[in-house]
């Protein structure tokens, strides 16, 4: 079996590979276009930002690739609405949402002929999505760095989503070497999609401490944690983490710096102040999102060499599969 393009809609690329949209500014334009650049879809994570300056990432992205180039947006953000007219405006070529669910915006895509691909982590979130008019899914297991809706691993989940939709399923959460892709096509799924691995390259827009974090991090060091979004999230143990864990993080009542970034906020703790604190290298003052098999990573690489050992590995896995069906 060789790597079957991707198509979703009118969309096709040659790799079956989405690199998965990480906010706050961990996925922007160098990372999405390098990712378009090698046959992938590359995503910019909008979550956090305002219109203009996901205009500005748009532009650049398109600016550095030919590619195919989406936005991911989190449903549960307060500009999600003007974000999304706004992409679709600037004729981005698929969107992406993630926490939270959003009938509308499903019309305004089809209207503008641009693919919407929600993430969903259920097989009944994923018939929704399908009755709602997506042109593909992503399915999203418990191994997935940030938000999660599910406490189910991705390949307990993903057989029977597979079976019951028309439209591509795409694989995520935990998909880290090329034995992972190999499992999740052979499965079914058309495509995967790849964060935390993605978030370790060069063209991440991580400071270089949060790179550093994730080749440090080892297994006991990933936590799960409760997002003022009102969902669980995946990241590793830092101070702030610790705080969080103790109920102890400094909640932002009365804060006068809150840009009311969510529709809805717990206010347990700023989120976009904690992202954007790692983001920037402050870590232990910060939160740093990671999938659960971050300690598998130990070189930060270029997304050319990441992409690259991936098909060689799916490679090996593929002919070794093949030997034992010829000799059997
Ligand atoms: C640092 C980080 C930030 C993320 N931010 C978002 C986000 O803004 N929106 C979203 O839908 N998913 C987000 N995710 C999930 C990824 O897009 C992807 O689906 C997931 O990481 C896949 O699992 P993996 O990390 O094991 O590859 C984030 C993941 C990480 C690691």
Redesign the pocket.
Known sequence: MSLIPLRIGKLEVPLPIIQ?????R??LSPLAAAVANEGGIG?I????MDVQEMVEEIRKAKWLSRGVIGI???VAVSQFSELVKAAIREKIDLI????GFSREAFGWAKEAGIPFIP?VSSLKAALLAERCGADAV?V?GK?????LGTEKSLFSILPDIIKALKIPVIA?????KGKDIWRALSAGAKGV???????ASFESS?HKTWKETYLKARPEDIVLINSPVGMIG?AIRTLFVEEILKGKAPKPINYKRCVKCLKYCQKDYCIIDA?TLAQQGDIERGL???????GEINEILPVKKIIKNLLAEVKIYQSGVNEVCQEG
């Not at 992406?96 to 926490?99: L, T």
């Not at 191994?143 to 938000?147: D, L, R, V, Y």
């Open positions: 998965g949209g990480m906010a706050v961990i996925s995503l994570g909008v979550s956090g991911n947006v989190m992406v949402a993630g926490a993430i992503i999203e191994e997935a760095g940030g938000h995520a959460g935990g998909i880290l999609q790849i964060g935390t691995r993605f978030a991580a995946r992202l740093v999102f990671s999938g659960e098999r971050v």
